[in-house]
């Protein structure tokens, strides 16, 4: 393995820097024709605004909390924020003068709600009043904050409107007042990470030093004895130990961050905490907060991660078991988790450019997040199984609706993901087809990706400068990508002799008109699981590119688990007629039959086998044609 790569400081380019077409772009389309304005239906027909109105009486507990404690009315602030988060980047793309209008109309709500010492939180303001910071553990107090904030620098970036801006702005220069060593302070977290990664994009935008402290404060403290969530919970008269998982690993408060090693916990709020942890990292150049990520990072991906990039198999704690337990058809997998992975690891990449975190990134884009979202951006799945009988489809809605626009803010900025920039150096991540604009070397430079990617491997980068510049050039060489090829205005170069942590790195004088031809071989490949994954025991799954691919029933009929893959090396692309540009694989396959079975239930001889032809569709378009089974872990002959 190669030394660890912590040289730089690598950040994203801001999404409206990026303009995205091909793939992508069609998908962030469908997220501003329908996506964006049909969250915010929803949320209104929740009862949303009522509770941020103060014109209008106080709607009272609308959802009954959850074992006495929590209620998801309580983080409707973070579902507002994440959807006016996604309104704006929409912006970016499509302008929307009534979709603006509302997100305008709900921005003076949360004007007229904020209390006058910058404090802002509907359920503590509206529902508990006199409730305030007596909670972090439960209430998801700091993770709302979190999310009106990450909404408030898109809104403003979008749309050049401070107002949004401003409140978040005053919201945490309360909190700093509040959090800290100070006399009457609270050395305190929030129970659900959030607030960690927003606070960063706050400083960025800002320039200012005193969001990333509060940002280090929040992570440094979490895990310190005397135990935060313990003295607050005596302080409040309540059981410390009386509370709904009954372990500080559910949230990783559990031991100072530093010296964790095992991921553990609510998925969801791990990959949010290990994104902040990575932002700081980068910021200050924390090489002991890296060394713990980089274990952490091998414990998820070698020990715990799903082939689609799902993490957290459980429903009971919609989070991680056992190493190696990954179930198939019972697969939590949310959506949120797989979309906090692809921030984990974008945030990895600050540091500075390394596959291992960019391939896993890009699989869980693909796969386990994207599946999410329907075509048409109208419905969500919030759970992510890799086999069904054919009864778990897409939700118009969820009674916690917080993976909508989850994935959808996700979609609509996948351009802040798919390259990371230092002073002398540009990272290409992902391919679609693009503009990205940066300044490298004192040079405005515009790079142009012409691709198909990800059903043809063929990428073009051109680059237009205003001047020649002296600046590096890395590119991503998958992992799966054997025999990638690439050329620099049209002479071949020797790939093995640019390649570090992944990357084919280019430094040169770069001019306007220089031109990169990549070229990635794209083939069905077969794809074993560690023999200790007991669920995929005498199973192959098929990827192609970064795509895992799966069988459903409308292609193949039902009885999917019949089905015995024979001979991968055979498989055949087509293109798929009811999804217009998307590929399929056919396989050779043999096909148990209860065919002549008789009437008992079990016999001593074997069924018969009949040759088939198995056809297997990207994981992340299924459900999408005609409800019915999926498998993603076929029988392997």
């Known amino acids: 393995m190669s030394e660890p790569n912590r040289g730089r400081q690598f950040r994203p380019l801001p999404v409206p820097n990026v303009k995205v077409s091909g793939f992508w772009g069609d998908r962030q389309e469908a997220v501003c024709d329908h996506t964006a304005e049909t969250l915010l239906d929803r949320c209104v027909e929740a009862g949303m605004l009522d509770q941020i109105d103060v014109r209008k009486p106080s ?20 579902d507002l924020g994440k959807s006016i988060e996604t309104i704006a980047y929409s912006l970016y793309r499509k302008p929307n003068p009534k979709l603006e209008a509302r997100v305008d109309e709900i921005v003076d709500m949360y004007e007229r709600l904020q209390a006058p010492d910058g404090y802002l939180n509907s359920w503590f ?31 403003y970036q979008a749309t050049g409107k401070r107002k949004l801006f401003d409140i978040v702005c005053r919201y945490a220069d309360h909190m700093i007042t509040v959090f800290g060593h100070g006399p009457g ?15 960063v994009k706050l400083a960025r935008v800002t320039g200012e030093r005193k969001y990333l402290d509060l940002a280090k404060f929040f992570i440094d403290e979490r895990g310190r004895e ?6 607050e919970a005596l302080r409040d008269g309540r059981d410390p130990k009386d509370f709904v998982f009954g372990t500080y690993e559910y949230g990783q408060a559990h031991m100072p961050v530093r010296e964790q090693r095992k991921v553990v916990g609510h998925a969801v709020r791990a990959m949010y905490l290990y994104s902040g942890m990575a932002d700081i990292a980068t910021e200050y150049k924390d ?64 540091r500075g450019p390394d596959r291992r975190y960019a391939d896993i990134m890009e699989q869980a884009l693909y796969n386990g997040a994207l599946s999410g979202l329907s075509l048409d951006g109208q419905t969500f799945f919030y759970e992510n199984p890799l086999e069904s009988a054919g009864r778990h489809h897409r939700w118009t809605w969820h009674h916690c609706p917080c993976c909508p626009p989850n994935i959808a803010r996700l979609v609509a900025s996948l351009g802040a993901y798919m390259y990371g920039v230092a002073d002398d150096e540009i990272a290409v991540h992902l391919y679609c087809e693009s503009v990205a604009e940066a300044t490298l070397g004192g040079a405005r430079v515009k790079l142009t990706q012409k691709t198909n990617y ?33 050329a620099v205005n049209g002479r071949a170069v020797d790939l093995s002799q640019l390649i570090s942590h992944g990357y084919a790195r280019i430094e040169r004088e770069w001019r306007d008109g220089d031109r990169l031809e990549l070229h990635l071989p794209l083939a069905a490949r077969a794809v074993w699981a560690d023999p200790r994954v007991r669920q995929d025991a005498g199973r192959v799954a098929v990827m192609r590119g970064p795509l895992v691919y799966c069988a459903e029933a409308v292609d193949n009929g039902p009885g999917l688990n019949s089905i015995i893959l024979d001979g991968q090396e055979e498989a055949r692309e087509k293109a798929m007629p009811d999804i217009p540009g998307a590929v ?26 009949q040759k088939d032809r198995a056809v297997l569709v990207p994981y992340h378009l299924w459900d999408n044609r005609a409800p019915g089974e999926m498998l993603v872990w076929m029988r392997n002959g």
Request: negative net charge; proline residues 7%; aromatic residues 10%.
């Open 185 to 199: 302070q609270l050395p305190g977290y929030c129970g659900h990470e959030e607030i960690e990664l927003a606070l």
């Open 454 to 486: 990800p059903w043809q491997g063929a990428v073009g980068i051109g680059l237009s400068l205003d001047r020649p510049a002296r600046f590096a050039l890395s590119l991503r060489i998958p992992g799966w990508a054997k025999g990638a090829t690439l």
């Open 287 to 350: 090489d002991t907060l890296t060394t713990a990520l980089e274990a952490l990072w091998s414990d998820l991906a070698d020990k715990q991660m799903y082939v689609t990039g799902g993490i957290g198999p459980a429903a009971s704690n919609e989070g991680f078991t056992d190493y190696y337990d990954l179930p198939n058809e019972s697969a939590y997998a949310e959506t949120c988790a797989s979309v906090g992975l692809v921030f984990w690891a974008s945030r990895m990449l600050g």
């Open 59 to 78: 709607p009272g507990i609308v959802i009954p909390r959850h074992s006495g404690l929590v209620s998801t009315q309580m983080f409707w602030d973070s």
């Open 125 to 155: 303001q509206r529902i508990e009043p006199g409730r305030r910071w007596t909670n972090l553990r439960d209430t998801h107090e700091l993770y709302c904050a979190g999310h009106l904030m990450e909404a408030a620098v898109a809104y």
């Open 584 to 609: 399929a694989i056919e396989l050779p396959a043999l096909r148990e039959t209860a065919e002549g079975w008789g009437e008992g239930l079990y016999r001593e001889t074997p069924p018969e086998r």
């Open 226 to 231: 005397p135990h935060f969530f313990t003295e």
